[in-house]
């Protein structure tokens, strides 16, 4: 009988191959052997086969492809049901791990026994998108594992006081999610097993997060960036659905089969522009089919949505066919609707994003050190890390390389940094 391994890293994937050979190179390097690595290749133009073929000598990664192209939720849902470890993670392409991420990852848990357990992430600002190389310095300060509340956080996510994310609570953003996080695998077949899967459409990483976040009780932060993200321009689905009313009426129409039903099921109804109205419908979909669990007395805030469609109709860039009209329009009749008081709750949420816009006390430059006008340039990760925390002051963020960097020094770096600063910081 095959041992269980102690977590599950499943990589969903599509048309990144060289991103996920950089990926699965860091996972590779791990000092933690205890793990297996679900690959589901889900191609439209660019298969991964190719780079990840050298990987599978090794029995703990795993490849599977899609024989024709499905939605992402769906990709996501097969590929965690080859999941067997005690927890699951779900990562994308764009996650560059740390050597020692999963290590951290399993003292936490054998220490505590979490449902739950999130990590940090810096930025890796991608240059050169064919030699994959860039710039990075370290955002984020390393502080203590702690513990949060999943019946908190649910509520606060239902609530839509605070935007999906804020960088003033950036450390937040991630709580009871499985992507860049870790779930118990007990609880994610449970949600299977009352609901029939785990991913739902269209937001597959917020609505697992509401199922997780109502079936824990025990979540951790590990207070850590444990990876890097690559970012930078057409690299983030996210992003250009966010910007891009074409981009996101193709992602809709590829997600689910009736897509006038679609929209006309939104709670605010047929407005489907932005983020925020399509994850709170998942959010109310949920709930509506929870029996069980925290959610039952909570509500969704739909006032507070209100003033978060506001702010996203500002974001689109590119209307393709649609009528920028037609959306407010939707807006102030769904707004006349509404009480006094509820009003008022959207009338202030343009205050409220000012303030989620405001740094975050954990990133470095905004955590109470001197910000210093001038650069070293290619400091080491222990000079910069002794600068921060013995003399307490913080050079510009660019660069810390002489020139570009690869992804494998660019995780290097956080690795070292974040080891430095543990050190004086006199964390564990």
Same mark, same amino acid.
């Given at each position: 009988?095959?041992?269980?391994?102690?977590?599950?890293i499943?990589?969903?994937?599509?048309?990144?191959?060289?991103?996920?050979?950089?990926?699965l190179?860091?996972?590779?390097q791990?000092?933690?052997?205890?793990y297996?690595?679900?690959? =589901?290749?889900?191609?439209?133009?660019?298969?991964?086969?190719?780079?990840? !073929?050298?990987?599978?000598?090794d029995?703990?990664?795993?490849?599977?492809?899609?024989?024709?192209?499905?939605s992402?939720p769906? %990709?996501?849902?097969?590929a965690?049901?080859?999941?067997t +470890?005690?927890?699951?993670t779900?990562?994308?392409?764009?996650?560059?791990?740390?050597?020692?991420a999963?290590?951290?990852i399993?003292?936490? !848990?054998?220490?505590?026994?979490?449902?739950?357990?999130?990590w940090?992430?810096?930025y890796f600002?991608?240059?050169? #998108?064919?030699?994959?190389?860039?710039?990075?310095?370290?955002l984020?300060?390393?502080?203590?594992p702690?513990?949060? =509340?999943?019946e908190? $956080?649910?509520?606060?996510?239902?609530?839509?006081?605070?935007?999906?994310?804020?960088?003033?609570?950036?450390?937040?953003?991630?709580?009871?999610?499985?992507y860049? +996080?870790?779930?118990?695998n007990?609880?994610?077949?449970?949600?299977?097993?009352?609901?029939?899967?785990v991913?739902m459409?269209?937001?597959?990483d917020?609505t697992?997060?509401?199922?997780f976040?109502?079936?824990?009780?025990?979540?951790?932060?590990?207070g850590?960036?444990?990876?890097?993200?690559?970012?930078?321009? %057409?690299?983030?689905n996210g992003?250009?659905?966010?910007?891009?009313?074409?981009a996101?009426?193709?992602?809709?129409?590829?997600t689910?089969?009736?897509?006038? #039903?679609?929209?006309?099921?939104?709670?605010?109804?047929?407005?489907?522009?932005?983020?925020?109205?399509?994850?709170?419908?998942?959010?109310?979909?949920?709930?509506?089919?929870?029996?069980?669990?925290k959610?039952?007395?909570?509500?969704?805030g739909?006032?507070s949505?209100?003033g978060?469609?506001?702010?996203?109709?500002?974001?689109?860039?590119?209307?393709?066919?649609?009528?920028?009209?037609?959306?407010?329009?939707?807006?102030?009749?769904?707004?006349?609707?509404?009480?006094?008081?509820?009003r008022n709750?959207v009338? %202030?949420?343009?205050v $409220?994003?000012?303030?989620?816009? !405001?740094?975050? =006390?954990?990133?470095?430059?905004?955590?109470?050190?001197?910000?210093?006008?001038?650069?070293?340039e290619?400091?080491?990760?222990?000079?910069?890390?002794?600068l921060?925390?013995?003399?307490?002051?913080a050079?510009?963020r660019?660069n810390? +390389?002489l020139e570009?960097?690869?992804?494998?020094?660019?995780?290097?770096?956080l690795?070292?940094? %974040?080891?430095?600063?543990?050190?004086?910081?006199?964390?564990?």
């Amino acid at each position: 009988m095959e041992k269980t391994p102690f977590i599950s890293i499943v990589l969903p994937t599509r048309d990144r191959a060289k991103l996920v050979e950089q990926c699965l190179t860091c996972i590779k390097q791990q000092d933690f052997a205890d793990y297996e690595v679900i690959i =589901s290749d889900n191609p439209v133009a660019e298969s991964c086969s190719e780079v990840v !073929a050298p990987f599978l000598s090794d029995p703990r990664f795993k490849y599977f492809r899609q024989p024709q192209p499905v939605s992402m939720p769906d %990709n996501w849902e097969y590929a965690a049901e080859q999941a067997t +470890g005690e927890y699951v993670t779900v990562i994308n392409e764009k996650f560059m791990f740390r050597p020692d991420a999963f290590s951290v990852i399993q003292r936490l !848990a054998k220490d505590r026994n979490p449902d739950i357990i999130s990590w940090q992430f810096d930025y890796f600002e991608l240059c050169d #998108h064919e030699k994959i190389t860039g710039s990075y310095h370290p955002l984020l300060k390393p502080v203590e594992p702690s513990c949060y =509340s999943a019946e908190i $956080e649910l509520k606060r996510r239902l609530d839509f006081i605070e935007p999906l994310f804020s960088r003033h609570q950036q450390h937040k953003n991630g709580y009871g999610k499985i992507y860049s +996080g870790c779930v118990k695998n007990d609880i994610v077949r449970e949600v299977r097993a009352l609901y029939g899967r785990v991913f739902m459409p269209m937001s597959p990483d917020f609505t697992s997060m509401i199922c997780f976040l109502n079936l824990s009780e025990n979540c951790i932060d590990v207070g850590q960036s444990l990876m890097l993200v690559v970012s930078g321009s %057409n690299i983030s689905n996210g992003v250009t659905t966010l910007k891009s009313v074409r981009a996101f009426k193709k992602f809709i129409q590829e997600t689910v089969p009736d897509f006038d #039903h679609y929209r006309s099921s939104l709670v605010i109804a047929d407005f489907w522009v932005g983020h925020s109205v399509f994850i709170a419908s998942d959010y109310q979909r949920m709930k509506d089919i929870f029996d069980k669990g925290k959610i039952s007395n909570m509500q969704l805030g739909i006032a507070s949505l209100v003033g978060w469609a506001k702010e996203e109709l500002h974001l689109v860039e590119d209307w393709g066919d649609e009528d920028r009209t037609h959306f407010e329009s939707v807006l102030t009749d769904f707004y006349s609707g509404l009480t006094q008081s509820e009003r008022n709750l959207v009338d %202030n949420i343009a205050v $409220e994003n000012e303030h989620h816009r !405001a740094a975050c =006390s954990r990133e470095i430059y905004h955590s109470g050190l001197a910000k210093a006008d001038y650069f070293i340039e290619g400091i080491s990760a222990r000079q910069l890390a002794e600068l921060h925390w013995l003399k307490k002051v913080a050079l510009p963020r660019r660069n810390v +390389g002489l020139e570009e960097l690869t992804v494998s020094e660019a995780v290097d770096y956080l690795y070292q940094y %974040n080891k430095e600063s543990r050190k004086i910081l006199g964390l564990l």
